[in-house]
């Protein structure tokens, strides 16, 4: 049971518009930033969105990131057969003094 | 340009420890912290604990307080995980990631990942 929670899958076919929600708590989305991280197969993980929407160079501003009150959401616009893997939400949480991690949602392209 | 490189896969039996090493370099090492990550079989990511690599301080998860060591050698770039007691459940690649300055969850470079392997 992660503190996170994301949906398990989402899908969309090429070139559509998708959206991966996060929800936490005041404790940690709500308090601190929320990053996203991008998984492909067998890869480590690569960080995609830091600081709730910001990109780090070299992602494409087809990824998109936003963040209200305790829940967050990750958009990929122009959606490509590339981008399909797992993507997690993660942030600090203050309660548990930890960092914590969305259960992760895969992404398939139809 | 950064690297993390972690040391090669592990095949140990329950009971045992195991002690996964993370080379640095392209950066300032003592500069940024460093977290360890790990993600069983099929499954999710989860957070083990972190370290300053500037002064050695070190924190773990509640969930492996007591058994896991975080520790870091500035002369050869390199931060160590060392997990005791080890268990099935355990069995998982773990990952070192260097965090970001400014966001305690910002992990802007992971190193390729280490299998363990826990089988009697």
């Known amino acids: 049971q992660s503190v996170l929670t994301q949906p398990p899958s989402a899908s969309g076919t090429p070139g559509q518009r998708v959206t991966i929600s996060c929800s936490g708590s005041s404790f940690n989305i709500g308090s601190n930033p929320v990053n996203w991280y991008q998984q492909l197969p067998v890869t480590a993980p690569k960080l995609l969105i830091y600081?709730?929407?910001q990109r780090p160079s070299g992602v494409p501003d087809r990824f998109s990131g936003s963040k209200s009150g305790t829940s967050a959401s990750l958009a990929i616009s122009g959606l490509q057969s590339e981008d399909e893997g797992d993507y997690y939400c993660a942030a600090w949480d203050d309660s548990l003094n930890a960092v914590v991690f969305g259960g992760g949602t895969k992404l398939t392209v139809l | 340009q950064v690297q993390l490189v972690q040391s090669g896969a592990e095949v140990k039996k329950p009971g045992a420890s195991v002690k996964v090493s993370c080379k640095a370099s392209g950066y300032t090492f003592s500069s940024y912290a460093m977290h360890w990550v790990r993600q069983a079989p099929g499954q999710g990511l989860e957070w083990i604990g972190w370290i300053n690599a500037g002064n050695g301080n070190s924190k773990s998860s509640q969930k492996f307080q007591g058994r896991v060591i975080i520790t870091r050698d500035t002369s050869a770039s390199t931060v160590y995980m060392e997990l005791s007691s080890l268990r099935s459940e355990d069995t998982a690649v773990y990952y070192c990631a260097r965090e970001g300055h400014g966001d305690w969850a910002k992990f802007d470079y992971w190193g390729q990942g280490t299998l363990v392997s826990v089988s009697s």
């Open positions: 600081s709730n929407n």
